[in-house]
């Protein structure tokens, strides 16, 4: 029988949403039903004798609640992680993903073992930024992920099982459910810190992604204007909400100086985040100026701290990770 046909036996087809074998580790998503937890053993057993086949899962993407009963909301489990910090913005586009990396690099450059961990489903950018390919995760001892690593950390993106030019389609639980998959199932190792760079935004994703990990304190990015701003505080209020600590806002693009005259721009303006961080009561972590060394390093695959270690950029992302780490303590 094929893994279908077996999968079928179990459950019926409008409730099959995947079944995805990536190198012989074999991940079943069904979709509108309650967890099953039985149903889901025994196909598990019985998928997992198939030639070729090392480790199966079977996701539940979309768990409904019996009337009545609150969620019982767990944690996932990240093994071997000591602290997670999630780099969230409210507004897409404002640097988040430059200064997770950046900023994962930076503390690694301060002693810290790291982990980046890229959730953004609507446009993973960790691969491109990191140097490593785009595939499916190696297995590991047949039975885990074995992280990518580059320049000292271990990464592992959600753009290695999507298709980086159709994310949409990965929306709602089912999006949650390979996070989860890839987070609880990969071989970190002995991590400090875990540095996760989440989706922009404050929709259910978000949400669910915000309950589930055990995040020790999130870093919003926001540029200085004021549109940006709305949408940071937003996210500062969901994530307050839910009861996630924030551990403070970083102004990025906060201004530019022109390296033939030295001459300052504030572009988008500037100080708005340090005077909304001090509105809503957060730390203000720092400033990282727009810089087009920022840019050009993030998209060629060597983030700037690894490119240019001593200059002022690097500086700056390296204050704001020391600060990290005294809140982290
Ligand atoms: N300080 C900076 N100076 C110059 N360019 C920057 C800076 N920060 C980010 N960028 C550039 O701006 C663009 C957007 O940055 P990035 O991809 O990090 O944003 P994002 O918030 O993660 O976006 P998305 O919401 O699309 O994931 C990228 O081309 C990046 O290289
Ligand atoms: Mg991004």
């Given at each position: 029988?094929?893994?279908?046909?077996?999968?079928?036996?179990?459950?019926?087809?409008?409730?099959?949403?995947?079944?995805?074998?990536?190198?012989?580790?074999?991940?079943?998503?069904?979709?509108?039903?309650?967890?099953?937890?039985?149903?889901?053993?025994?196909?598990?057993?019985?998928?997992?004798?198939?030639?070729?086949?090392?480790?199966?899962?079977?996701?539940?993407?979309?768990?409904?609640?019996?009337?009545?009963?609150?969620?019982?909301?767990?944690?996932?489990?990240i093994?071997?992680v000591?602290k997670i910090i999630?780099?969230?913005?409210?507004?897409?586009?404002?640097?988040?993903?430059?200064?997770?990396?950046?900023?994962?690099?930076?503390?690694?450059?301060?002693?810290?073992?790291?982990?980046?961990?890229?959730?953004?489903?609507?446009?993973?950018?960790?691969?491109?930024?990191?140097?490593?390919?785009?595939?499916?995760?190696?297995?590991?001892?047949?039975?885990?992920?074995?992280?990518?690593?580059?320049?000292?950390?271990?990464?592992?993106?959600?753009?290695?099982?999507?298709?980086?030019?159709?994310?949409?389609?990965?929306?709602?639980?089912?999006?949650?459910?390979?996070?989860?998959?890839?987070?609880?199932?990969?071989?970190?190792?002995?991590?400090?810190?875990m540095?996760i760079?989440?989706?922009?935004?404050?929709?259910?994703?978000?949400?669910?992604?915000?309950?589930?990990i055990d995040f020790d304190?999130?870093?919003?990015?926001?540029?200085?204007?004021?549109?940006?701003?709305?949408?940071?505080?937003?996210?500062?209020?969901?994530?307050?909400?839910?009861?996630?600590?924030?551990?403070?806002?970083?102004?990025?693009?906060?201004?530019?100086?022109?390296?033939?005259?030295?001459?300052?721009?504030?572009?988008?303006?500037?100080?708005?985040?340090?005077?909304?961080?001090?509105?809503?009561?957060?730390?203000?972590?720092?400033?990282?100026?727009?810089?087009?060394?920022?840019?050009?390093?993030?998209?060629?695959?060597?983030?700037?701290?690894?490119?240019?270690?001593?200059?002022?950029?690097?500086?700056?992302?390296?204050?704001?990770?020391?600060?990290?780490?005294?809140?982290?303590?």
């Open positions: 029988m094929t893994e279908e046909e077996i999968v079928k036996k179990y459950f019926a087809p409008e409730h099959i949403d995947s079944i995805k074998n990536f190198n012989g580790r074999l991940i079943v998503t069904l979709k509108n039903i309650p967890e099953q937890a039985a149903a889901a053993e025994q196909l598990k057993a019985e998928l997992s004798v198939l030639d070729g086949i090392k480790k199966v899962s079977i996701v539940f993407s979309q768990t409904s609640q019996p009337a009545g009963m609150a969620p019982e909301i767990e944690k996932w489990r093994n071997g000591k999630g780099v969230a913005s409210g507004k897409g586009g404002v640097g988040k993903s430059t200064t997770a990396v950046n900023l994962g690099l930076a503390l690694a450059n301060l002693g810290q073992k790291v982990a980046l961990f890229d959730a953004d489903i609507y446009g993973p950018s960790l691969p491109t930024m990191l140097g490593f390919e785009n595939t499916p995760p190696i297995s590991y001892d047949g039975k885990m992920f074995e992280p990518f690593q580059n320049f000292g950390v271990k990464a592992m993106s959600i753009g290695s099982l999507i298709d980086r030019n159709t994310p949409l389609i990965w929306r709602g639980a089912k999006a949650c459910g390979a996070i989860e998959q890839l987070l609880t199932e990969t071989n970190w190792g002995e991590i400090d810190v540095v760079d989440m989706p922009p935004g404050t929709g259910d994703i978000q949400i669910t992604l915000s309950q589930r304190g999130i870093v919003i990015v926001s540029t200085p204007q004021d549109i940006a701003l709305i949408d940071a505080i937003k996210g500062v209020n969901m994530f307050k909400k839910i009861g996630v600590k924030i551990l403070g806002i970083v102004e990025n693009m906060s201004y530019y100086i022109c390296e033939k005259c030295g001459h300052r721009a504030d572009i988008f303006g500037h100080e708005g985040a340090r005077q909304t961080a001090e509105k809503l009561g957060e730390t203000f972590l720092g400033e990282i100026p727009l810089h087009i060394k920022i840019r050009e390093n993030a998209d060629n695959g060597t983030p700037i701290v690894m490119a240019e270690p001593d200059s002022p950029h690097t500086k700056a992302y390296e204050e704001i990770a020391a600060k990290i780490i005294d809140e982290l303590k």
